[in-house]
């Protein structure tokens, strides 16, 4: 962003629902007005959920739409992608205010947090390998075994965090713990099938 003091998410939600007098906004005007920060502000309500531990079924449904606009970004858009039905469906005006004053509160203590530093880290070329990062990140929250949604899961939030508030520490440091998170999973897995093959080859 160009702006010297970016304005924070939580105001601009409380703005886009005074942007018009009509009484609906639809989903693509709310992804249209948020512009490059739809991406880390999606990702973070979704990935929410998938924090959890010791819920399955819900993390890997929510995966999903997760991977796509990983995938998005690690394709360059500068715009999140959604299906025209999607975006199309609308909501009260006055709904969606209250929502965005009562998120202002959640969202607070990560906009208290987080600011503009490395923001060089949140844009272009460093931009697709974090959505390559977050694809490997929601792969593993696809597996269903114990605990495999919940580290990725925070990874993914502190990223979307930093991807909202142009805070490339925040981004530097969800990396950090998700791709720690995936080298233990690959050494355990690695670790299991060298062990499967030595019992195989004891074994009569």
């Excluded at 003091?5 to 009509?22: F, G, K, N, V, Y």
């Excluded at 906009?111 to 792969?139: N, V």
């Excluded at 981004?171 to 299991?192: D, E, K, P, Q, R």
Aim: aromatic share 8%; charged share 15%.
């Amino acid at each position: 962003m160009s702006d010297a003091t970016p304005q924070r998410t939580s105001d601009l939600l409380i703005e886009l629902a005074r942007s018009s007098d009509a009484a609906e906004i639809s989903v693509g005007e709310v992804l249209d007005g948020l512009s490059d920060r739809a991406f880390g502000m999606v990702m973070l309500i979704l990935a929410l959920p998938v924090c959890l531990p010791f819920v399955y079924g819900i993390p890997q449904v929510l995966s999903v739409p997760m991977l796509l606009i990983a995938l998005q970004m690690v394709a360059g858009r500068h715009r999140l992608w959604m299906p025209e039905r999607l975006r199309a469906r609308t909501f009260s005006r006055q709904e969606f205010e209250t929502v965005a004053r009562r998120a202002k509160r959640y969202l607070g203590w990560g906009e208290a947090i987080a600011q503009p530093r490395l923001a060089f880290l949140t844009t272009g070329a460093p931009e697709r390998l974090i959505g390559l990062f977050m694809t490997a990140f929601c792969i593993s929250i696809l597996m269903p075994l114990p605990l495999t949604n919940t580290a990725p899961g925070i990874a993914i939030a502190i990223m979307a965090i930093g991807m909202i508030e142009r805070d490339g520490v925040l981004v530097l440091l969800g990396t950090a713990l998700g791709a720690f998170w995936v080298g233990m999973l690959l050494f355990f897995a690695s670790t299991l099938v060298a062990w499967l093959a030595q019992l195989q080859a004891v074994l009569p």
